[in-house]
């Protein structure tokens, strides 16, 4: 069974940090893709940061330079920076997970993260 966990979330004013942790069991995690994910209320989902199995990057555009996603392999773990928060970074982060032969995904239930102007 897989499971997703996501954890650090929380409220931080305009201009501080957080770091999101995301550990997933249940998958062979060296060979998953990985990905964070946001959604704002009243808003689709939107793609913030992935990171394949061999540790190649993207971070969407409006968070480049501010948001990095990393990943240890030895915890199971994938990590999202994030600097320089905005108002309208708040959201809740999901974790995504890529991986088997099917390439199934799987989520997390999310980390609400707020930043106050």
């Known amino acids: 069974q897989v499971q997703v966990v996501e954890s650090g979330g929380g409220l931080v004013q305009a201009g501080g940090s957080l770091r999101l942790s995301c550990v997933a069991s249940g998958i062979i995690f060296g060979r998953a893709d990985m990905g964070w994910y946001r959604q704002a209320p009243g808003k689709q989902r939107e793609l913030v940061a992935f990171?394949?199995?061999?540790?190649?990057?993207n971070v969407a555009g409006s968070m480049k330079g501010r948001f990095a996603i990393s990943r240890d392999n030895t915890k199971n773990s994938v990590y999202l920076q994030m600097i320089s928060l905005k108002p309208e970074d708040t959201a809740v982060y999901y974790c995504n997970v890529r991986s088997g032969i099917s390439y199934s995904e799987y989520w997390g239930q999310g980390t609400q993260v707020t930043v106050s102007s």
């Open positions: 990171i394949d199995s061999g540790g190649n990057t």
